[in-house]
C-alpha cells in the first residue's frame, strides 16, 4: 500500500489531504508536534475508513522528525509521497527592523533545514523505487518578498531554491518535485471547492508530472 507522510497535519488542510490521499488506497502519516491532536485527527481518519498513525516530531528538531518518518516506513511502509507543509510560526511574519539573526536562523530551520532532513530521511526509498513524489506547500513570500513578514521571505526562498534543485536533480528518476504557493489563508481566499480543491490540486502534483512551481490563485500586493 502507498504511503503519504503529512509533515504539519492538522485538521485543516492536512485532512484534506489526508482524506483525499486516503480514497486514492494510501496509508496515511500524521506529523506534527502534538501528539494527542494527531491521535484524535487520526482516530478521525480510521473511523472514516483510512489507515492513518500519528507521529509526533519537531521540523526544528532533526532527531525527532527522522525519527518519526523512520517509524512511519517500518510501520506503514515505504514513504511514497511526502508533503511538507508546517504551519509558519507567528514570530516569523515580524518586520524586517525587527529581525534577528536568531530568528531568521530558527525559521530557516523550521522551512529550509526541516524539509532537507525530511527529503534526506525519505528519498533512498523513492530512488530505489524508482517513483515518489515531495510537494511543498508555501505562502506567498516564497516568491515574494514583504517587510512585515521578514521571517519567512527569508527562509521560503531558500526552501524553494532547494525544491527546485530536487526538482531537477530527479527529473529523469520518475520523482516529482513540486511546490503549491498559497498566497493567504485558504478560508479568506473563497475558492469554489474551498480545502477539498486545493487537496485535489495537491493530488494531481503527485500523479502528473508538471512544473516545479504552481500558483494556487495568482499573487497579489499584500497577500502572504
Known sequence: ?????????GPGLGAAVARR???????????????SKLDALAADLTAAGFTASAYAADVRIPATLEAA???????????TALQYSPL??????????????ELA?????????GLIHAVRAVLPAMR???SGSIIMINGGTSVKARADFAGTSVAFPAESAY???????????????????IPGGIP?????????????????????????????????????
Open 1 to 9: 500500500m502507498p504511503v503519504i507522510a503529512i509533515i504539519g497535519a
Open 21 to 35: 490521499f486516503g480514497r486514492e488506497g494510501f496509508s496515511i502519516a500524521l506529523i506534527a508536534r502534538n501528539q
Open 69 to 79: 518518518l523512520a517509524r512511519a516506513a517500518a510501520e506503514l511502509g515505504p514513504i
Open 88 to 101: 509558519p510560526s507567528r514570530d516569523y511574519l515580524k518586520p524586517v527592523l525587527e529581525m534577528t539573526p
Open 105 to 113: 536562523l530558527e525559521a530557516l530551520q523550521f522551512s529550509a533545514l
Open 128 to 130: 530505489q523505487a524508482g
Open 163 to 181: 525544491g527546485e534543485m530536487l526538482h531537477d536533480a530527479l527529473d529523469t528518476e520518475g520523482i516529482r518535485v513540486n511546490q503549491l504557493v
Open 188 to 224: 479568506q481566499l473563497q475558492l469554489a471547492n474551498g480545502i477539498d480543491g486545493v487537496a485535489d490540486r495537491i493530488w494531481d502534483l503527485h500523479a502528473v508530472a508538471g512544473p516545479f512551481r504552481t500558483m494556487l490563485i495568482p499573487l497579489e500586493d499584500g497577500r502572504e
